[in-house]
T-cell receptor, first 117, second 109 residues
């Protein structure tokens, strides 16, 4: 199956700093990638849809100035958490959409655990 | 808004038992995916079903897509502790996926 990587796998930072998370599709091109946030024992919460070459589409309640998304190439999307605060601590997961014979499938990265002190 | 209702939310069973997880919607999907997620990892794709009425088997796991492509089920036969995890269904339509809330399965040895 298609492979999506995510880096870093975990990060600890001080409150007020910014953190960048990278999501790469390794063996396919993805015009669309997605960023999710997941709290313990809960399902995925879609934060935004990242579109290659254009602005990301944010879900209601997600601050676009705080969670900056850049999708500069067909294999890379980045999520930058700006001025991080302890409440931003969470598990962030990206996915990349692959279209094969008209069937859309999302493949997920392994996730990034963020801890803001 | 396309809602995908997944049930049950939590399931705790003994090793060797059978179980079924359901995903239901009032919307028609072009395809539906099932994922399994272990703690601290990203969801891993198990299967994609596309055709109404389609049945796919993956060892002890049987996936079925409803005839109207609005619902799906995942049946596990003789569950093992290694099946423990969060199971997610996702319906795809117009290039966008809607996820169920997940089923947390615990299989006790």
């Amino acid at each position: 199956g298609a492979v999506v990587s995510q880096h870093p796998s975990w990060v600890i930072c001080k409150s007020g700093t910014s953190v960048k998370i990278e999501c790469r599709s390794l063996d396919f091109q993805a015009t669309t990638m997605f960023w999710y946030r997941q709290f313990p024992k809960q399902s995925l919460m879609l934060m935004a849809t990242s579109n290659e070459g254009s602005k990301a589409t944010y879900e209601q309640g997600v601050e676009k100035d705080k969670f900056l998304i850049n999708h500069a190439s067909l294999t890379l999307s980045t999520l930058t958490v700006t001025s991080a605060h302890p409440e931003d601590s969470s598990f962030y997961i990206c996915s990349a959409r692959d279209m094969v014979v008209g069937v859309s499938t999302q493949y997920f990265g392994p996730g990034t655990r963020l801890l803001v002190l | 808004t396309q809602l995908l209702e997944q049930s049950p939310q939590f399931l705790s069973i003994q090793e060797g038992e059978n179980l079924t997880v359901y995903c239901n919607s009032s919307s028609v999907f072009s395809s539906l995916q099932w994922y399994r997620q272990e703690p601290g990892e990203g969801p891993v794709l198990l299967v994609t079903v596309v055709t109404g009425g389609e049945v796919k088997k993956l060892k002890r796991l049987t996936f079925q897509f409803g005839d109207a492509r609005k619902d799906s089920s995942l049946h596990i036969t003789a569950a093992q502790p290694g099946d423990t995890g969060l199971y997610l269904c996702a319906g795809a339509r117009a290039g966008k996926s809607t996820f169920g809330d997940g089923t947390t399965l615990t299989v006790k040895p």
